[in-house]
């Protein structure tokens, strides 16, 4: 029986991904990953069909169980990372949905602005009013007394006395 060449059967696996449910395996999915058990199946049929008069050099096989797990390894990292930044968008999204629904019918300071001749925001307008509602489709909006704004030009929430000089308020004031 001739030996079975462990590249064949490599690139043979990372093309196709057998699909029981059609009847001809032509349109089966192509796939240019392997998995573990793809990896297992290779050796298992490398040693299987290995030349008796020349075995496979166990350091060889060693190396290769070892860059395997490595691979495994950095493949469950990954997918971790991947998990990690999920769940934190997930929490940022419910912190944001939780913020904006808990500024309902309280009074707000909203800021209106525009860009200045060097292309800064400066505000232009500060409007008060009680958020009548809350947008969570697409960017958060929050209507203040009827009018859409961004949750971003939410400047204040309750009512907050205005400095006139940098660590004096109006109260502060004798």
């Known amino acids: 029986m001739a030996g079975v060449d462990a590249t064949t059967l490599m690139s043979d696996a990372a093309q196709f991904i057998y699909n029981s ?64 930044s999920t769940v934190t968008n997930n929490l940022s999204t419910v912190t944001l949905t939780s913020y904006s629904t808990g500024l309902l019918g309280k009074e707000v300071t909203v800021a209106i602005t525009e860009k200045d001749s060097e292309g800064k925001e400066v505000i232009k307008e500060k409007i008060k009013g009680t958020v009548t509602g809350v947008d969570l489709t697409g960017a958060t909006s929050v209507y203040v007394d009827g009018k859409k704004y961004e949750l971003s030009q939410v400047m204040a929430v309750g009512d907050v006395p205005e400095d006139k000089t940098e660590g004096t308020t109006e109260e502060g004031k004798e």
């Not at 290769?64 to 971790?80: D, F, I, N, P, Y």
């Open 21 to 84: 449910e059609k009847s001809t395996q032509s349109s089966a999915v192509s796939s240019n990953s392997l998995t573990t058990d793809d990896y297992w199946k290779l050796m298992a049929a490398q040693l299987q069909y290995q030349d008796m008069s020349n075995p496979v050099d166990n350091s060889e096989m060693i190396n290769q169980m070892v860059q395997m797990s490595s691979m495994s390894t950095m493949s469950k990292l990954s997918e971790a990372v991947a998990n990690f």
